[in-house]
C-alpha cells in the first residue's frame, strides 16, 4: 500500500541512496515497493540509469590506462597464440590429410590441415602403411578377462535382444544392443562410459574378441577409465581394433561397413588389425583421426573435432577450446602417502569412511576410496564387498513412490531415479535457461535431477503451466544450490508464486540446507483454469529450479506428508588429519582416496567468481579439487579475492593448486602473483605457460603465522588471478620458531618457475617495503 | 579543487585522427590499437555497464569487444563518419547477446540487485540497445549537463565518480554526515536528470 506522505517518499529515498551507497539490506523494502508500482518507482529506475552511466564514465576516466594496458596484453598474448597454434599445426600436418569416407551422420567435409610437399606427403603415408601392415603379432590372448561388473544404461533407450532397456537397468553382454532412438549411453563396470549414435549396432564382451565393445555399425563415443594393470579396454570392428591408451575417442563404421574411423580427442589411441588389439599398433594422439580401411590419417579441422568432443563430452564445448595445441602433461606424479601401503588400522578406517560416505550417497568420493585402496590392497574381500555395496541399488523412499501427475526434470532430460519413477524431460516451461553440473548432490539418491535445472536471469520471466484437470494438487519443487557462485547464503534468493500465491519468499537454498544438497518444498494448491502455474521471481541472484512433481489430491484426501528433510549425518569418521585446512576454492566438500577432506569454498572474502570444467584433468588424481576454482576481480576498482585462515602462531606450509581451465588459453593470457601475509611468494605466475591447460601445478611456500591469521592474496598482471585448491599444514612443533628477521631454507627443491617463500620477516623496515608494493 | 580540472572524455587521438589510426592498426601497429581503444574505450564501458553487472564482468566484457575486434580488424571497413564507434557498439551489442544466452554459465551468472529489477521496467525486459546513437546522445548531453552544475555540486560529482573517492572519506574531509552527501548526490542526479530531459536527451522513456 503506498503511502502518498512526504514521509514514505523520504524514507524510499534514503533507502535508495543507502542501497546505491552498497548496503545490500535495504534491498528487500525497495523491491517491495518497485513490485508495488510505488510511485517512486519509475524515479529510482532513471535514477539507477543514470548512476550507472556516471559511474561506469567515472570509472573509464579513472581506470583509462589500466584497461588500455589489460586490452594491449590480450591483444600480445592472442598473437603470441597465433604463432604457438601455426607452429604446432606445421608439425601435425606432416601425415597428409585425406578426404573423409561418405559420413552417415554428417555431410561430408574436407578433413582439415594442409597439403604438404608431396615427396614428404609420400614418404608419410608409407611409413603409415608399413607401421599399419607390420603391426607386431601378439599372442591370441587378446581378449583380457574382465571382472563381472555390470554395465548400466545411463540414458537413451536401447534395444537388448528381444527387450527393451530403459535407463537404470543393466546390460547384458554378448547379446546384440540396437540403438533405433536417438542417443543412448552406457556406464560400464569400470566406470567408463559408451555413447553411442542412433542406428549403432554392437555387442559387450564377446567371447572370442577384443573388448569391451564390438561395433557392428553405426558411431560410438567412449571416455575411458583409467584400466587395471593388464587390462584394456577396445572398440573392435571388422576392420580394426582401436585400443585406449587412457582417453576419449570416437569408433565409426561407415555406412557401407568398409571402413572404420577412429578420431581422438583426448589422450592416446592405438588402432591395429583386427585379431591384434593392443599398444602396437598406429597410435593417434589428440586432434587426429584415421581411417582404418587404408592407414590414412589426418588432422581433424575444428568442426570435426568441435563435433567429436561434443559426442563424447556434450556439455564442454569451453573446454575444447581450451586445448588448441597438445601439451604433454607431466608424467612425474607428486610422491605421496598412496605409494605406501597402508595398515591394518588406516584400512578399516578408510573403508569405516568410505561406507559413511556412501551413506549419504557420496558415491563419487567412497569410489574414490575404494579405488585408492584396491590400488594399494589389490584382491581384498572387504574392500570389495564395499564396493558391491556401493554399486547396489538404494533402498526405496515411499513418499516418492507416489503415482504422480507430472514429475519434471527441469533443465535436464528424461531420468528414471531408483524407484523406478519415470521424471520427465523439462516441459511445460516458459523462459529461463537450463545448466547442468556434475556434482555429487548431498542427501538424495536422486542425483541427476539436481544436477540439472532451469534458471532465469534477473531481468526474464521463468514460469511453468501444467495443463491439468481442475482440482486439488500437491506440488514438490525441488531445489538443491550447485552454482560455485552462490555457494553461501544470501548470494541467491528468490520467490516462488504457485497459481498466484506467493508460496516461498526470498527463498535462500543455501541458507537453508547449505550447497551441494537436495531439499524439497511441498504445497497444496487449486486449480480452477485448467493450467497449474508456478512462477519464479527473482531477489537476488538467479532464481531456479531442479524439478517439479505435481501429484492429484481427492476431495477427501488428506495430502502426503511432507518429504523430509535431508537427514542430518554424523560427522564423517576422518582419519587424522596433517593439514590445519584444506580448501576446494570453487567447489563443494570433497573427500579424496586418502579420505583427507576438503572442505567446501570457504574463507574467502566474498569477493572473487566461481569457475568450473568438469573434465579430467592431467598430473593428478584428484581431479575433483581442480575442476572448480575460484577467481579474483580483474579491476582495481573491485574488492580483490582474499583467503583469510586463522591460525595460531607458527610455522605454516601452505601447499596451493592451480590449473588452467581454459578462459584464456594462451602462454601470457593469464599471470598473476600470490601473496602471503602480503609477501610476494610467487613472481608471475603463468600456469599455462609452466604446464599447458587442463594440468594441475602444484606450489609450495612457507609461511609463519603471527597475527592469528594467514592472509592469501592475488596480484593480478594478465588476465585473473585464480586458485584450485588451498592447504595450511602446521609444520612440526620443533620447526614452530620464534619470529625472526632474516631468512629459513625450506628444504624443498628448487623447481623452474617456482619461487619460495623464504623470509619471515618481522622487521619494520621489510614490512613497510611490503606494504609500498602491495595494490 | 581546480575547477579548471573538468572531465575529458575525449582523449587519446582525436576523432579526425581516427582514419590513420585504424589503417596503422591494421597493419599490425598495436600502439595504434591502443590509440583506437582509448578513444572509445568509455563509450564501449559505459555501454556494457548500462546491460551488465557487476562492473567488472562489464569490463571484461569491453575488453573482450575489443579483442574481438582486433581479431576481425583486416575484414574492417571504415564507414563514411571516418569512425569505428558503431561497429564496435554492433560488435558489443552481439556480445552482450550471447553473454544473455550463455547456458554454460562458465562464468555467465552474476549475484544480481534490485537495479535489474528495475531495468525491466525501464526496458521492456528486453536488453533494449538497438539504439547505440540515443547512448552517445545521452553521454553527449550528460557531458553538458555536468559543465552547467555549480562549483560545488560538481566537485562533488567529479571527486565521487571521476577521482573514485568514497562518500564516506569525501564526508570525513568536508566534515558532514554521509548520508548528507548521499542525498546531495541525488538531489544532484536528479538536477542532471531535469537538465537532459529539457535537452530531449532524458534517461526516462
Known amino acids: 500500500v503506498s503511502d502518498p506522505g512526504g514521509d514514505r517518499r523520504a524514507r524510499i529515498q534514503a533507502l535508495w541512496v543507502r542501497y546505491l ?64 597454434v601455426s607452429a604446432v599445426e606445421r608439425q601435425i600436418d606432416a601425415v597428409p590429410p585425406r578426404p573423409r569416407p561418405t559420413a552417415r551422420l554428417r555431410p561430408a567435409r574436407r578433413p582439415g590441415g594442409r ?100 561395433l557392428e555399425a553405426g558411431k560410438v563415443a567412449a571416455t575411458v577409465r583409467h584400466q587395471p594393470p593388464g ?60 581411417s582404418a580401411s587404408g592407414g590414412a590419417r589426418w588432422r581433424m579441422s575444428s568442426e570435426e573435432e568441435r563435433e567429436e568432443w561434443s559426442l563424447v563430452r556434450a556439455h564442454t564445448p569451453a573446454a575444447f577450446l581450451a586445448r588448441p595445441v597438445e601439451i604433454t602433461p607431466p608424467t612425474a606424479r607428486p610422491e605421496g602417502p598412496e605409494a605406501l601401503s597402508p595398515s591394518e588400522t588406516e584400512t578399516a578406517a578408510l573403508l569405516r569412511l568410505g561406507d559413511a560416505l556412501r551413506a549419504r550417497g557420496r558415491l563419487s568420493d567412497a569410489q574414490g576410496i575404494i579405488d585408492g585402496l584396491a590400488r594399494r590392497l589389490p584382491g581384498r574381500s572387504d574392500i570389495e564387498r564395499l564396493a558391491a555395496e556401493v554399486r547396489a541399488p538404494p533402498p526405496a523412499q515411499p513418499w516418492n513412490a507416489t503415482p504422480a501427475v507430472y514429475r519434471i526434470n527441469a533443465g535436464g532430460g528424461r531420468y528414471m531415479d531408483p524407484r523406478g519413477n519415470i521424471w520427465s524431460a523439462d516441459i511445460h516451461y516458459s523462459g529461463g535457461h537450463t545448466g547442468e553440473f556434475q556434482e555429487e548432490i548431498d542427501g538424495t539418491d536422486m542425483d541427476p535431477i539436481y544436477r540439472s535445472e532451469r534458471f532465469a536471469f534477473p531481468s526474464e520471466r521463468m514460469s511453468y503451466h501444467l495443463p491439468v484437470a481442475d482440482g486439488q494438487y500437491v506440488v514438490r519443487l525441488h531445489f538443491a544450490e550447485i552454482w560455485a557462485g552462490t555457494v553461501k547464503s544470501n548470494m541467491r534468493q528468490f520467490d516462488v508464486i504457485v497459481e498466484g500465491q506467493r508460496v516461498l519468499a526470498a527463498y535462500d537454498i543455501a541458507a537453508e540446507v547449505g550447497s551441494m544438497t537436495a531439499t524439497v518444498k511441498q504445497l497444496v494448491t487449486s486449480v480452477r483454469d485448467g493450467n497449474l502455474d508456478i512462477d519464479f521471481a527473482h ?10 512433481e505435481v501429484f492429484a489430491l481427492g476431495p477427501d484426501q488428506a495430502p502426503p506428508p511432507p518429504p523430509a528433510l535431508p537427514t542430518v549425518f554424523p560427522p564423517l569418521p576422518l582419519p587424522p588429519t596433517d593439514a590445519l585446512y584444506r580448501v576446494n576454492a570453487g567447489g563443494r566438500e570433497y573427500v579424496d582416496s586418502l579420505g583427507r577432506r576438503w572442505e567446501a569454498d570457504n574463507h574467502f572474502n566474498d569477493s572473487g567468481l ?68 602480503k609477501a610476494e611468494v610467487l613472481r608471475a605466475l603463468d600456469i599455462f605457460a609452466e604446464v599447458g591447460p587442463l594440468t594441475a601445478l602444484v606450489k609450495e611456500v612457507e609461511t609463519t603465522a603471527l597475527d592469528g591469521a594467514i592472509d592469501l592474496s592475488f596480484r593480478p598482471r594478465a588476465g585473473r588471478p585464480k586458485i584450485a585448491a588451498i592447504e595450511v599444514i602446521p609444520l612440526s612443533g620443533g620447526q614452530v620458531a620464534a619470529p625472526v628477521a632474516g631468512c629459513a631454507q625450506s628444504g624443498l627443491p628448487a623447481r623452474p618457475g617456482m619461487v619460495w617463500l623464504l623470509a619471515v620477516a618481522i622487521a619494520v623496515g621489510a614490512a613497510r617495503r611490503w606494504r609500498r608494493r602491495a595494490p | ?23 596503422r592498426a591494421k597493419a599490425g601497429d598495436r600502439e595504434a590499437f591502443s590509440q583506437l581503444v582509448r578513444m572509445h574505450q568509455a563509450v564501449v564501458r559505459a555501454y556494457v555497464s548500462a546491460h551488465v553487472r557487476p562492473a567488472e564482468m562489464a569490463d571484461d566484457l569491453a575488453q573482450e569487444v575489443f579483442l574481438r575486434a ?9 564507414p563514411e563518419s571516418g569512425s569505428m564507434r558503431p561497429w564496435l557498439l554492433g560488435i558489443a551489442r552481439n556480445l552482450l547477446l550471447e553473454h544473455q544466452r550463455a547456458p554454460a554459465r562458465l562464468e555467465a551468472r552474476r549475484p544480481a540487485d534490485l537495479e535489474e529489477v528495475l531495468d525491466t521496467r525501464q526496458l521492456d525486459g528486453g536488453l533494449g540497445i538497438s539504439d547505440t546513437m540515443d547512448l552517445e546522445r545521452r553521454i553527449a548531453a550528460l557531458q553538458g549537463c555536468v559543465d552547467k552544475l555549480g562549483p560545488a555540486a560538481f566537485a562533488l560529482v567529479w571527486r565521487h565518480y571521476f577521482e573514485r573517492r568514497t562518500l564516506a572519506s569525501l564526508a570525513i574531509e568536508e566534515k558532514r554526515q554521509e548520508s548528507a552527501l548521499r542525498m546531495r548526490l541525488l538531489r544532484i542526479r536528479e538536477a542532471l536528470r531535469t537538465c537532459m530531459e529539457q535537452t530531449g536527451e532524458g534517461a526516462t522513456p
Open chain 1, 21 to 84: 551507497a552498497g548496503e545490500a539490506t535495504t534491498a528487500p523494502e525497495l523491491l517491495a515497493e518497485v513490485r508495488a508500482g510505488g510511485e517512486l518507482a519509475p524515479a529510482l529506475a532513471a535514477d539507477a540509469q543514470l548512476h550507472r552511466l556516471l559511474d561506469a564514465l567515472g570509472r573509464s576516466h579513472a581506470e583509462e590506462a589500466v584497461f588500455v594496458e589489460q586490452v594491449g596484453r590480450l591483444v600480445a598474448a592472442e598473437a603470441s597464440v597465433d604463432r604457438f
Open chain 1, 115 to 214: 597439403w604438404l610437399a608431396a615427396p614428404l606427403a609420400l614418404a608419410a603415408a608409407a611409413a603409415a602403411a608399413a607401421l599399419w601392415l607390420g603391426a607386431t603379432r601378439r599372442p591370441s590372448s587378446d581378449v583380457v578377462a574382465r571382472g563381472p561388473a555390470p554395465t548400466t544404461l545411463t540414458t537413451g533407450l536401447l534395444q537388448a535382444g528381444g527387450d527393451r532397456l530403459r535407463p537404470g537397468q543393466l546390460v547384458p553382454a554378448a547379446v546384440p544392443l540396437v540403438c533405433d532412438e536417438g542417443r543412448a549411453c552406457l556406464r560400464l563396470g569400470d566406470g567408463s562410459q559408451l555413447c553411442m549414435e542412433r542406428g549403432t549396432r554392437l555387442q559387450l564382451d564377446r567371447p572370442g574378441r577384443p573388448g569391451p565393445v564390438v
Open chain 1, 231 to 290: 587390462a584394456t579396454f577396445a572398440v573392435s570392428t571388422a576392420a580394426a581394433d582401436v585400443t585406449a591408451i587412457g582417453t576419449a575417442f570416437t569408433v565409426e563404421v561407415t555406412e557401407d561397413g568398409r571402413a572404420t574411423i577412429a578420431r581422438v580427442v583426448e589422450g592416446t589411441v592405438a588402432v591395429s588389425p583386427p585379431g591384434r588389439p593392443g599398444a602396437d599398433g598406429v597410435r593417434l594422439s589428440a586432434h587426429q583421426a584415421l
Open chain 1, 539 to 548: 531477489v537476488v541472484e538467479n532464481p531456479k529450479v531442479s524439478a517439479i
Open chain 1, 610 to 677: 566461481g569457475a568450473a570444467q568438469y573434465v579430467d584433468i592431467a598430473g593428478t588424481d584428484l581431479d575433483p579439487l581442480y575442476q572448480t576454482e575460484r577467481r579474483s576481480f580483474l579491476l582495481p576498482s573491485r574488492r580483490s579475492l582474499v583467503y583469510s585462515f586463522p591460525a595460531p602462531p607458527g610455522r605454516y606450509l601452505l601447499r596451493l593448486h592451480f590449473v588452467e581451465l581454459g578462459l584464456r588459453p594462451a602462454p601470457g593470457g593469464e599471470v598473476f602473483d600470490v601473496l602471503v601475509e
Open chain 2, 1 to 23: 579543487m581546480n575547477m579548471s580540472a573538468r572531465p575529458n572524455q575525449h582523449r587519446g587521438p582525436a576523432p579526425a585522427d581516427e582514419p590513420a589510426h585504424i589503417e
Open chain 2, 70 to 78: 582486433f581479431r576481425r580488424l583486416e575484414a574492417f571497413q571504415l
